[in-house]
């Protein structure tokens, strides 16, 4: 594949993303916010069938002061993948706990996920895999609570390496949490 086909596949897949985003964001104009009022009769029948708000699920581990004080310090979390793969490990649940506490604590405008990979496989391939990392990270934080309208997937493939003297190494295969705060 040549290196402009995977530019291009990048930034369509990021460029796809944030439309989604900003269509999930609310409408800014005169009458934004404004409710409509409902007809007669019918605002009685939906505040009975009005959905009880949940609590975000409890984290499923407290992680430790260490952990906590080091991603505040380096302002971002790994969380680490097999060769191949973008299932979320256990120990990948416990640094996603994490991520999730630092968001409630921090309340950052955004949470980037950014998916990586090592140089195994085709370029192409990686950049996909990447991508699917990156969303199911983003799934498992909107699991624990995370607002899917804050949450903002990159699907960078083998271009970060976090090891560039040992391009096939484990620490390459891994998704990104940073946040921004105001």
């Not at 990048?10 to 439309?19: H, W």
């Not at 380096?74 to 256990?90: C, R, W």
């Not at 990447?130 to 969303?135: G, L, V």
């Not at 903002?152 to 976090?162: R, S, V």
């Given at each position: ?9 990048r930034a369509f897949a990021i460029g796809s993303l944030m439309g989604l985003a900003a269509c999930a964001a609310p ?112 799934e498992a934080l909107v699991a624990r609570g995370i607002p899917a309208d804050r949450l903002l997937i990159q699907a ?27």
């Amino acid at each position: 594949m040549k290196p402009a086909e995977i530019t291009f596949l990048r930034a369509f897949a990021i460029g796809s993303l944030m439309g989604l985003a900003a269509c999930a964001a609310p409408k800014a104009g005169p009458n934004a916010g404004a409710e409509q009022a409902a007809p007669p009769g019918l605002a009685e029948k939906s505040a009975a069938a009005a959905p009880v708000p949940t609590v975000p699920p409890p984290l499923a581990t407290k992680p430790s002061l260490g952990a906590e004080a080091a991603a505040v310090a380096a302002n971002h979390v790994d969380i680490d993948f097999p060769e191949g793969g973008a299932t979320i490990t256990p120990e990948a649940a416990q640094k996603l706990d994490l991520a999730a506490r630092l968001f409630r604590d921090a309340s950052p405008v955004v949470m980037f996920t950014s998916g990586h990979t090592d140089k195994s496989g085709d370029e192409y391939a990686n950049v996909l895999l990447s991508a699917r990392r990156a969303q199911a990270v983003k799934e498992a934080l909107v699991a624990r609570g995370i607002p899917a309208d804050r949450l903002l997937i990159q699907a960078l493939g083998e271009t970060d390496l976090a090891n560039s003297t040992d391009p096939y190494a484990a620490s390459n295969r891994r998704v990104t949490i940073t946040w921004r705060i105001l």
